[in-house]
């Protein structure tokens, strides 16, 4: 990968690690406030950098995995890193279709929908975590989406990693950007 290639996905990846953060800003927010949309809405929201990210570093189809290799051999990036998640980086290919997927499934069974609390306090927790559509439970910090549970604090976790690393990478590249940014910061925090 040329030098320019790279500058373009780092510069990319490091947009999705902004805008993980802000998305964070706002699950942590309407939590604080017990603010159910704004949980349900900051949860789904983190899910769209942290998918975007996956599918950047680990791409599910063949005619992307060099790029893939090249940007984690540059981030020093393990195969068994968190956000290595086929779910996650598949998560809004086929979109419409995997909500007609997930009608299909769940017919005839009993759905949760926009829910926050835990799903077992509900139905004598007979419903299953594939019949949840969406819905947020904070005694495990599991965000559900069609179906598929996702822990926000390891993906936090992980997300946190990447962006560390982007970031090293980012001042490297962009040294003259870095530090308008960082003065930008220290300016807002005074």
């Known amino acids: ?28 927010q309407a939590l604080a406030s017990q603010v159910g949309p704004g949980i349900l809405f900051a949860s789904q929201m983190i899910l769209v950098p942290a998918s975007q ?27 068994k890193h968190a956000l290595n998640d086929r779910r996650l ?37 007979k ?4 019949c949840i559509f ?15 549970g996702y822990n926000m604090e390891a993906l936090a976790g992980a997300m946190s990693d990447v962006a560390r690393r982007v970031n090293d990478v980012y001042r490297q590249l962009f040294p003259d950007l870095a530090k308008a940014d960082d003065e930008a910061r220290q300016k807002a925090a005074q």
């Open 1 to 28: 990968m040329d030098n320019n290639t790279l500058a373009i996905y780092i510069h990319e990846l490091r947009n999705q690690c902004v805008n993980t953060e802000a998305s964070f800003e706002l699950f942590n």
């Open 53 to 79: 990210m996956a599918a950047m570093l680990w791409p599910t189809r063949a005619r992307a995995r060099s790029r893939g290799e090249a940007l984690r051999k540059v981030l020093q990036l393990s195969e």
């Open 89 to 125: 980086a598949e998560l809004w290919e086929r979109a419409d279709e995997k909500v007609d997927e997930w009608i299909a499934n769940t017919k005839g069974q009993q759905v949760l929908f926009d829910y926050v609390g835990d799903p077992q306090e509900l139905n004598g927790g």
């Open 134 to 148: 969406r819905a947020y439970n904070p005694n495990n910090r599991v965000f559900y989406f069609r179906g598929i």
């Open 127 to 130: 419903t299953p975590e594939g």
